[in-house]
């Protein structure tokens, strides 16, 4: 026998079974997307596609040369007979600003934009971090906030509240300031750091040349001890700065959103000013950040658009999905209706006709396709979980009738007229 062909290690199939170590099936998935085309659109929010692949220097440029994220994790490769340099996409805001700016989008008027989709970072895979992973993402592009940074974080906590996950989530958030006042902290940060650069592990010292504001990021417990004693950034927010913070804040409270206030608070990725949160959880073991964002009013302009404040943020759809599987709600029914069956010569097209006729009166109809005998076909009928089955069988063709079989209910077996079929079907479903 050939060899048999495995997926590439921390990229998931999804199945319309569960599997023994990825819960999630295609059915929980596509349920899923369904709340969020209705969640985005409530709040006017407009769907954005982007390629999955973009120059690389996009990601540099934006995410920034430095973070992990770019440092390590891109799947990069060369096209154009090696003259360009192309990446999988590890996040959605970097293409999405791309396509804004290359269409000129914010041209007329501010954008409220999603996206839904793949996202490539080559981690070490474990429960909740995947090579490939999904991301919903929304967009909000042109606003100033801080009201827009209070209706993003409302929009999460509806979500959440939608999936029954609100009990398991903590809202985090934190201010970054604006460059000046980053600067600021940064140098102070820097030399409070440099003064104890013998008692940081080698991976925050590297930061410390490269990212200091990321040594506070560390999950070193030897480290905890520094980074609390470190300079706060938030004390070097100046006024508008503090204004914003204690804006987006009060509206929080108004709306009766709680949160933690978590001075250290940088996120993975350059881009961010200002307002930045995570939507974290302590059932998912190490992974715990399901939703991250906040604000990056610089990073339509060094992207060669015109200034533009905005904010925006992401979920991990398998990280939440998980979540919602093991503690939330999410209607993935998909079993049919009707399962149809049939029996002798010149059934097999008078049952198609039949399975037609009931999915236009709007019933999911799944039907029989093979030869084998009836005891075998009420079998599968059983196994697709089907409400009720409907039998088209040869002896009843000539009188125009067919039987129908309540699968889990009380109705058991009639013999109807075909014309009754949707009646006694509808009946049945009313009881
Ligand atoms: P991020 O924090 O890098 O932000 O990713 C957002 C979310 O994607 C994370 O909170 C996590 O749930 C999920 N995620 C990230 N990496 C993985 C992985 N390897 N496996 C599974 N899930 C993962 C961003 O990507 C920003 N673009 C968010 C944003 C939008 N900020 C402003 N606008």
Redesign the pocket.
Known sequence: MAQKIQAVK?MNDLLPVEQKDFKLTAAFWQAFEDTVNRWTKRYGYRQIRTPIVEQTGLFVRS?GEETD?VGK?MYTFADNAGKTSLSLR?????S?LRAVVEHDLTYNAPQKLWYMGP?F?A?Q?QK????Q???V???ALGFEGPDIDAEIIAMCADLWAELGISEHLTLEINSLGNREERAAHRAALVAYLTAHENELDEDSKRRLKTNPLRVLDSKNPALQSICNAAPRLLDYLGEASQQHYAGFKALLDGLGIQYVENPRLV???D??NQTVF??TTDKLGS?A????????DGLMEELGGRSTP???????????LLLVHEYGRLNADVVPDVYVMQQGEGSTLAAMKYARELRAAGYDTAQYSGSQKLKAQIKRADQSGAHFALIVAEGELSDGTVTLKDMRGTHGQVTVPAQDLIQTLQQWKSE
């Open positions: 921390g995410i994220v994790e590890p996040e959605g805001t970097a999405c996202m970072r981690e895979p909740g971090r995947y090579r992973f999904h991301q993402g929304i967009e996120r993975g990725l881009y961010y995570e939507w992974q950040t399901v939703c991250g964002g906040g604000r990056y905005s904010i925006g943020f992401a979920m991990g759809i398998e990280r939440l």
